[in-house]
């Protein structure tokens, strides 16, 4: 193969034009020539590869490729890994087309901010630190989602709000009553409280959400009560409403999006 | 130059045995090295760290905690777990404390009860005490005495199991072999079920790891109880059992026998249990154990006082199970910068190597961490890097280092990482790193696949092999900016220990680390988990297992 050339640029297409290959609303991905449709995959399957399974390894590898729309594929290296498992590299062109009047995404409705600018927003929006109470409550004894939020260990790779020098966190852990958790939150004047439910048996992560929900009604005047946050594994994160929270978090949220959004609610609107 | 044969490290006193066992050590000819420290500031390093750390030896020899109440009844023999999954050591240990309180020690008022004979075993006795069918008291007199001597003899039994482990381990070294190769290769696993673990992690050994860590269970570290039993449900790890490590040590001795070298074995001492894990590791032939002295306090918010009374019993156990603690100094620099904050982690290194000598560890059993983990887009980083690597090799020659992975600065771009990755192991083997955690490529996306470790080991065997013996080569400018470089940090942690023993209260350690300076957390010494099960030892406090640790 030639060294790579770079096609000219083209310029701008106006709003509305029949869009060209490059520009259009369907493309293909790009290799070194446009509309090549080349792709680069790699995947591991439970074959052996070692001796003379190698060939049928290879078809395996090809075979999986043409299935998911790579034709013709090149199966560019074929790895052992033991007597059980191969790992594959493969390229090839797609046969599928991009129609980009067609991406739908899941807007989410706040700007996700770095601890330093999350830092930067309370300083300035609130004049003091905010306050989160976070608390695991009913029996589950899992502490591990509320810790993954608040620790300053945090998950996926992004620090916990412990680590945000603007958020007081204050994390109760396992197994507080809703009494307890309204009490501490009025004692420490919690802007947010935020709650984790990981075991629960039948559905009572909802009761007790809904439980938690009602007792910050009826404990606080409406435009006093602090934001309520519930996440967990189990919950379905359009079922704010029906819960009586502000917001709900399901599985894989990080750190970075909770702190993002208490200061997208709270300082927002304070400001 | 060559590694120099390792030497055989002290035995426990009625251990005869020596064996090849001790992860690689820094080799050197030259006094000074490479980077010509200042012996005179390197010394004051140290007597400032032993100046900070004593007091907080004080502290924790004044107190006792639940946990290592239970580790003392655990050593006595003391296992498994009422129906609803309690062990029984803590439904002893509370039953116990309901009526005598924490603060004479488990001994006295266990052996009194079973020589008045409430019970005819500790185990029967548990399950009286928690029944509620036994009341405990404080024994005087020859109750006392004879109380004592039975308590001693049972916990004796304990550490006799202990340090025959231990010589199966030195056996076992001897006949399958050590790594031939610097540093050593340190692989995780981490499903959650010690079932799906154990084929992974022999498949591991398999594929070239010399060292298995099995992952906890993030939960965990905050749990005031060990678990029970063979475990198949975790979160992003798996529980630390007796049984899982149990299970796991067998398979990997079966791994040993299969592959002709002895295949080590790591979990974690850490968290609120640490005593309890740390004696379980040493019934079990565990060979690594991570054990970092203020991390619990520093990431996971359990209280000071809980964790360096916690520590210095675990730390003893280790030394004499002949366990090679690694700390956890890498975490500090995913919080704080690791160029700002270099010094923070050599500050720690002096004060773990404080601590654990003076729990009995030798130099062949500190696992002092460090980590890869400069943003790599800063110019110099990797030159950056070789000096901390180096500085933290002169300053502990005879240690076997733990060298961790970048992971601050991974990100979705997999291949950037691989060459990352790939930077790390280079600066690991060109500096005499003991212990090499393999970086994996994914560490930002998924749990490492089957092919993410198959590339990971594929890029170390490379690179240890492209490099070679370059560590002989690879000799700084005198006064270049390596050796600039480590400087500065040796005297920044210089001066960052004078300004901790220069703190009013005589524990100044535990001052600073209340007002942020390690990994920029804040963790006062009267707050955090796990202070509820601490008391300040009576006159009366006996504890047979800290009197025998201390006999060597």
């Given at each position: ?9 083209t310029?701008?297409?106006?709003a ?7 520009e259009?609303p ?22 052996s ?6 060939k ?38 797609v ?7 067609e991406v739908?995404v ?14 930067l927003?309370?300083?300035?929006g609130l004049?003091r ?6 608390a ?13 939020i608040?620790n ?27 009494p ?17 439910q ?5 559905d009572a992560?909802?009761?007790?959400t809904q439980?938690?929900s009602?007792?910050?009604r ?12 519930v ?10 409403d ?30 | 130059?060559?590694v ?12 005869s045995?020596?064996?090849v066992r ?17 012996p ?24 006792t ?14 296992e ?6 309690t062990?029984?050591?803590?439904r002893l240990l ?7 309180g ?7 008022p ?9 019970a ?5 006795l548990?399950?009286?005490?928690s ?16 109380a004592?001597?039975a ?17 199966e ?43 298995i ?14 678990p ?12 630390a ?5 149990r ?32 004696a379980?590791a ?11 002295s ?21 730390r003893?156990?280790h ?14 620099l995913?919080t ?5 904050a ?41 030159r ?19 060298w ?11 291949f950037r ?29 998924v ?31 005198p006064?270049?900016?390596?050796v600039?470089?480590?400087r500065?940090?040796l ?12 703190h ?15 990994g ?33």
């Amino acid at each position: 193969m030639t060294e790579h050339q770079a096609p000219p640029p083209t310029p701008p297409q106006q709003a509305g034009r029949t869009p060209e290959r490059t520009e259009g609303p369907l493309v293909r991905p790009y290799g070194d020539t446009t509309g090549d449709g080349m792709v680069q995959v790699s995947f591991t399957l439970p074959v052996s590869s070692l001796g003379d399974a190698a060939k049928h390894a290879e078809g395996a590898a090809a075979q999986l490729a043409r299935k998911m729309g790579i034709d013709p594929p090149l199966v560019a290296h074929t790895q052992p890994m033991g007597p059980g498992f191969t790992f594959f590299v493969v390229y090839g062109p797609v046969t599928h087309l991009v129609d980009t009047r067609e991406v739908r995404v899941v807007e989410r409705d706040y700007p996700l901010l770095t601890p330093k600018e999350v830092n930067l927003a309370i300083r300035q929006g609130l004049r003091r630190r905010l306050v989160v109470v976070g608390a695991c409550i009913g029996s589950d004894a899992h502490t591990v989602g509320i810790d993954a939020i608040l620790n300053i260990k945090g998950f996926a790779g992004e620090k916990g709000l412990e680590y945000y020098r603007e958020l007081k966190v204050v994390n109760l852990g396992a197994q507080v009553s809703v009494p307890e958790l309204v009490a501490r939150a009025r004692e420490e004047e919690a802007d947010a409280v935020l709650v984790s439910q990981v075991v629960t048996q039948r559905d009572a992560h909802l009761l007790n959400t809904q439980e938690m929900s009602a007792a910050f009604r009826e404990a606080y005047p409406s435009d006093r009560r602090p934001l309520l946050v519930v996440g967990g594994p189990r919950f379905d994160e359009s079922a704010a409403d029906r819960l009586g929270v502000d917001r709900v978090f399901a599985r894989g949220t990080t750190p970075g999006e909770v702190a993002s959004y208490l200061t997208h609610r709270i300082v927002g609107s304070a400001a | 130059m060559t590694v120099p044969p390792p030497t055989p490290p002290a035995a426990p006193p009625d251990s005869s045995a020596s064996a090849v066992r001790r992860p690689p050590a820094g080799a050197q000819t030259n006094r000074r090295g490479k980077l010509d420290l200042d012996p005179a500031t390197v010394r004051r390093a140290r007597e400032l760290a032993r100046r900070v750390g004593q007091p907080v030896v004080d502290l924790a020899q004044r107190h006792t905690t639940v946990s290592v109440e239970r580790a003392t009844l655990r050593l006595a023999g003391l296992e498994g777990a009422d129906p609803d999954g309690t062990p029984w050591v803590n439904r002893l240990l509370d039953a116990c404390r309901g009526d005598v309180g924490l603060e004479h020690g488990i001994a006295l008022p266990v052996w009194d009860a079973l020589l008045r004979g409430e019970a005819e075993s500790l185990a029967v006795l548990a399950q009286k005490a928690s029944a509620g069918s036994v009341r405990f008291r404080l024994p005087e007199g020859r109750d006392r005495d004879r109380a004592h001597a039975a308590a001693r003899d049972q916990v004796a039994a304990g550490i006799r199991r202990v340090d025959e482990r231990r010589r199966e381990r030195e056996r076992l070294v001897e006949l399958h072999g050590d790594p031939d190769h610097q540093p050593w290769i340190y692989l995780i696993v981490a499903t959650g079920d010690i079932y799906e673990d154990i084929p992974q992690a022999q498949q591991a050994a398999r594929e070239g790891a010399d060292i298995i860590a099995v992952i906890r269970s993030t939960g965990q570290s905050l749990l005031d109880y060990v678990p029970e039993g063979a475990t198949r449900e975790g979160f992003a790890g798996t529980y630390a059992t007796q049984e899982n490590f149990r299970l796991m040590r067998a398979a990997l001795d079966e791994s040993s026998r299969e592959l002709g070298r002895y295949v080590r074995l790591t979990n974690y001492a850490s968290g609120l249990c640490m005593p309890e894990i740390a004696a379980l590791a040493g019934l079990a032939r565990l060979d690594m154990m991570l054990n970092d002295s203020m991390y619990g306090i520093l990431f996971r918010d359990i209280n000071p006082v809980r964790t360096f009374v916690d520590q210095r019993f675990s730390r003893q156990v280790h030394a004499r199970a002949g366990i090679v603690i690694n700390t956890g100094e890498d975490n500090y620099l995913t919080t704080a910068d690791a160029v700002e904050a270099a010094h923070t982690v050599t500050v720690s290194q002096l004060l773990n190597e404080y601590f654990a000598k003076e729990a009995g560890l030798e130099d062949w059993q500190l696992g002092l961490g460090h980590a890869f983990e400069i943003d790599p887009e800063l110019p110099d980083s990797f030159r950056m890097e070789l000096s901390h690597a180096l500085l933290a090799r002169e300053l502990f020659p005879d240690a076997p280092l733990k060298w961790m992975p970048p992971t601050r600065h991974m990100t979705g771009d997999v291949f950037r990482g691989y060459l990352l990755d790939a930077f790390f192991t280079l600066a690991g083997t060109l500096t005499g790193q003991g212990i090499l955690l393999v970086g994996m490529m994914t560490e930002a996306v998924v749990t490492p696949w089957l092919s993410d470790r198959d590339l990971a080991l594929r890029s170390v065997r490379y690179v240890m092999n492209a490099a070679g013996n370059l560590h002989e080569d690879f000799v700084p400018a005198p006064d270049g900016f390596i050796v600039q470089r480590a400087r500065q940090v040796l005297g920044e942690s210089v001066d960052l220990l004078e300004r901790i023993a220069a703190h009013e209260s005589p524990t100044g350690l535990l001052d600073a680390i209340a007002d942020g300076t390690f990994g920029l957390m804040r963790r006062p010494a009267d707050a955090g988990r796990g202070l509820d099960g601490v008391a300040v030892k009576s006159e009366a406090y006996v504890n047979p297992a800290t009197e025998i640790l201390e006999e060597q």
